[in-house]
């Protein structure tokens, strides 16, 4: 159990907070230069070194956007959804692990903003209220496109919550417990969670995918299909809180899948061996082991956005619900009876 | 710690309050789901960590979605919102709800529950290594049967609602 | 740390709201929200009770009451779109053909 004083605990979420919010603007410039190295040219490369403080200037371009309201729209709904998206996306990466707990003069501090028993049903109970602010944005912004943009993007996420769900079903009964720490302790070694779950990691791929709203399921917003989907009539810093969500949420489903399926923030601890250092420095090579892999799967996630054309909304609906759906039961099914003759 | 059950326990009676008194039926509909969510921290504040989060997965996230998403698709006329939202008879209503909240009250004020212990206390979970564990050996061994019958209960609602809402062709 | 009987009165003046909620709209849908707040306080209750009593069976309980809400909400659902699609209204004054 937690038992660091209250000023270390603030401290603590203040400084993994400002980490996770920092991840936004990586995202956007690096999804830039990424995009630009698969399309063979260059990127920005004018504001800043090598283009960096590219997130500055369009976060300043949007600030100084002209803010308006679509007439007859609902005021109030339409300020709120962005909002919306943006709480669920900041409160969902609470429980992520970003280390092993370390121990300091007999207090142990869980290197994470909460550690509650129940990690895993968590993430998945705040992922499922994504949905509210892209449906009351759709819906409140009074024109038929960002209406079906804002049902489309809806029941794509609904549908694909359960695959999600099931996928990290079978790697809770693999583990015995919902606890994000123990998983990763369970995958110490060389026991990581893809080698025993191959099909559990893809349905999990697939699903992360379609739940951030990227490509190839990306037509709730794509640009040449109906003009802009949920997000039509917001501009400026509204536009760039919808934004900001968006990759806040992709780097939340990153760190999930390399929690439960790549070992989570263990892969650095020979060199920890190597150079004789302490506990502070093993929890720093490990959260520095968990950066990497992250970063491995932010840029696999560019990689994809920018290789594949994207679905047709009825081939969405019937991958979620004809295809994945019954391969995720199936994959629990057979882990189940796996587990229970004692295999694993 | 007090003051967070208190402040959770205020919060859920005002947002219930706002429920039913907004004219329109999506800004209830908000305000139900603020109440689920503050229903959900009283119930951690009691222990009962899974059935919070079972509370803002299955209630906040799936069933209100559902009725946001009817209130969206019915696309009911502006005028129609507000013309005489209340049923007349209102101090009758307000006044039979009131005697039954101080009936309840006054139920729960002097209830006798002191003395009764049951078997699942804080050192059995502890032993267990969490409540989760006590309440799915529940689940699939006590309550097995009410675990089928509302499986089977589920698919008839499935069935059911698509029955109910496919366009006759 | 016994916070029962806060937690049993907040139960029931959910319940109570949730009951003049029912009594005192004309919206199909907002009573279905009451109906629902009414569901809410007895999970509330069941789950301040088994805390007390040191029993666990009364979350189980709170589950299928979860479950079983789900299940209603779908349906009732159907039900109010089916009947605005036929009388294109979901005022209750104007859903009295069977009224004696």
Known sequence: MENIPLTWQLIKIALILVMFVTMAPFMVWWERRACAFIQDRVGPNRVGPLGLLQPVADAIKLLFKEEFFPAKANKFLYLLAPCLSLFVSLFVFAVIPLAAPIEIDGKILYPQIANINIGILYILAISSLGVYGIMIGGWSSNNKYSLLGGLRSSSQ?????????????????????????????????????????????????????????????DLPEGETEIVGGYHTEYGGMKFGSYFFAEYLNIVTLSAVMVTLFFGGYYGLGWLNNYLNGGAILNALLQFVAFGIKVFLFLSFFIWVRWTYPRFRYDQVMRLGWKVLLPIAIGNLLVTALLIYWGVF | MDWFVYGFAGFSIAAAIMVITRKNPIISALYLCLTLFSLAGLFVMLGAYFIAAVQVLVYAGAIMVLFVFVIMLLNLDPEKLDIKSFHPPKVLSVFSAFLLFGFLAFIFWNNKLTGITGVDTQALVDQNGGHLKVISAKLFTTFLLPFEITSILLLVAIVGAVIMAKRRV | MDYSKVMLITSAAIFAIGFAGVLLRRNALIIF??????????????????????????QVFVFFVMTVAAAEAAVGLGIIIAIYKNRKTIDLYDLRLLQG
């Open chain 1, 157 to 217: 996420m609904i549908s694909y919550e359960l695959t999600m769900g099931l996928a990290v079903a079978t790697m809770v009964l693999f583990n015995g417990t919902f606890d994000m720490q123990k998983i990763v302790e369970a995958q110490a070694g060389i026991h990581w969670g893809v080698l025993y779950q191959p099909v559990g990691f893809f349905l999990f791929l697939v699903a992360a995918l379609a739940e951030s709203n990227r490509v190839p399921f």
């Open chain 3, 33 to 58: 929200m009451s109906i629902e707040l009414m569901l809410n306080a007895v999970n509330l209750a069941l789950a301040s009770i088994s805390f007390s009593l040191n029993s666990l069976d009364g």
